[in-house]
DNA sequence: TTGAAAGCGTTACCAT
DNA sequence: ATGGTAACGCTTTCAA
């Protein structure tokens, strides 16, 4: 091997030979045809017919070479992704949650969307808007753990995103707002033990990070309703917490406790069972989310069944505002939350 | 303010115009220098010098602008992305199983990886492969929800992938396997109620879909204990499935139940409970997963505690895989699997 | 210190 | 029925 002008290109110094990945120039050299052919015959384009034969060379070609062509070169030509960028913190918020999510991708995908998750955790606003932004997403969605601003929604549009839709409490302006306000569950918990003649709630707030975006709607819901004195009181998700919060119930001077959720209750009164403390009798307990294991303790737990959108309903939301950006930025009532009595009450 | 060449911007008409994206080239021609001068600066490029006053002209013009750089166009031409891609199914398998992604995904990202979470239910390994080929992932991390096979794995390296690595119960060739074999988990239960002085075990295998993946080698794995004579039972994850397992529980003959998980366990041990049998009298019941829920149920549930590795280990993990993708294709053991006595065995 | 230009892999128009 | 070619937005030599 003699030095040409070219220095005899390293290959890539600490490892061995990265194997050029094939393109559709290999696969139409390989065919005896040119890109273009390549590009009509892989695509199924109708526009214009070509031969069996070269459909079947061509074809044969990419099969051998292991073709796949590339997803960046592909929406850069085309001026635009498919990818609908869905936001993520780290928080663990419960099964109902998770298996929304899980159903939403699942739909999006039928919709021929690239679902791309991307973890934010620890960013604000602006370094997330523009990291997103730098995907060129078709759409964004929200779940509510970044607070997003009407700037960041505008950023955001301007790197081509058809729709931004956000899901909490409130909307921001520019966005499709998907309410789900938290604070309708806080409300028909405590209206609920009122009816049962409860007056001094006792609302949990977990200790635990990142739920404050559910939790602070829920206590204020809570407060909202006339005729009973709410009292928050932390605590965090561990046996220990929860004993040491029903070891002081007594000094509370309370009636009833609205635990955030189902767990969170499960544990709270296996505390009070603990210490001797009698549910419903001395102590209403409720919960809310409606989780299965709710009613495999005894006394069953009373919860605030919430009826969340399904993730076909979601993606269909999603795929309506892409098609028509132009329609006037819409808000939806989602959520609707009504109180299952059972036996803690 | 007087009309200039250019013609009145119309404030965003309803639906016709996307107004174009910014590029770097409208930064360069707004801050009245070259495309180049605009991505050293905002690259922070170290091989060159940029005048100060250069540098904030372009500053201030692609502030202006709400300039975000493209990131296929970037990737395009560094030949190369930092795209982790992780494919999912729509399976809700539980909270230890979800906390494990987050921590996950976010410890990916602070290694400057871009996760994809890709949705895959209904997909064969050839199609999932030829799909995530297309996003030139410089990594694929496969939970063991698609069966990938050697052909596969070779499909995404030739697309570029440095690094293939799987998680489940075996090895595929080519890839990194991260070994989390979960018979282990059977065959500790098996083990624990064996020494209890049981011989004739229930094992429950959830009639939800998608679990097969890890009800299979738990089934498995208490089938290879010796000293136990195993049967299979088919049970859901609702109450009215396991109160029709509970009633017909006295033909089976059996004197343990090993449940799957915790929350399966819970279901029926309740149900149990329901019909008048004695737990551990009567029939031990064992779960899995040592979820916190278990505790709270009396008799306290047994289970087997699984060492998930955390998502900053194995996220270090690709990263080396990434990084040196000359070393041997390895094998890691990540699971630790060890029974719990509690109450209810 | 800055600018001109090539090229990454695709697709779509316009010729042939 | 096919092929040539330009363009998408960006980075990076090379030259000035």
């Given at each position: 091997m003699s030095q040409s002008s070219k220095p005899p290109k390293p290959p890539t110094p600490p490892s061995p030979s990265p194997a050029p990945v094939p393109t559709s120039a290999d696969v139409a050299r390989l065919a005896g045809v040119s890109r273009a052919t390549v590009s009509y015959v892989l695509n199924n384009a109708e526009a214009v017919r070509i031969s069996e034969p070269t459909r079947r060379k061509v074809r044969e070609a990419a099969e051998e070479l292991g073709y796949v062509p590339h997803a960046a070169a592909r929406s850069l030509r085309a001026g635009h992704t498919r990818i609908v960028l869905l936001p993520t913190s780290?928080?663990?918020?419960?099964p109902l949650y998770s298996t929304f999510l899980n159903e939403l991708q699942w739909a999006l995908r039928g919709l021929d969307y690239t679902v791309v998750q991307y973890g934010s955790l620890g960013l604000t606003g602006d370094e997330a808007a523009r990291a997103w932004a730098e995907l060129r997403p078709v759409a964004v969605l929200s779940l509510g753990e970044i607070a997003l601003s009407a700037h960041n929604v505008a950023t955001l549009k301007r790197a081509g995103a058809r729709a931004v839709l956000t899901m909490g409490p409130q909307a921001v302006p520019g966005a499709h707002a998907l309410l789900m306000d938290q604070a309708e569950v806080g409300a028909r918990a405590a209206e609920h033990l009122v009816e049962r003649g409860r007056r001094r709630i006792g609302v949990v707030v977990p200790e635990e990070e990142g739920l404050g975006l559910f939790s602070t709607p829920r206590l204020e819901g809570a407060r909202s309703v006339a005729g009973a004195e709410i009292v928050a009181l932390r605590m965090a998700y561990s046996e220990e917490s929860a004993a040491e919060l029903a070891q002081r119930w007594g000094s509370l001077g309370l009636d009833a406790a609205f635990a955030y959720n189902d767990e969170y209750a499960m544990l709270l009164m296996r505390a009070f069972q603990d210490v001797g403390l009698r549910v419903p009798e001395d102590v209403a307990v409720m919960g809310a989310?409606?989780?299965?294991?709710?009613?495999?303790?005894?006394p069953r737990l009373s919860t605030v069944q919430i009826e969340m959108p399904t993730g076909e309903r979601l993606a269909a939301l999603v795929d309506e505002a892409v098609r028509e950006p132009a329609a006037a930025v819409r808000r939806h009532d989602l959520m609707a939350a009504v109180a299952v009595p059972r036996d803690s009450t």
């Open positions: 780290h928080v663990p918020i419960g989310d409606d989780l299965l294991i709710g009613r495999l303790l005894r």
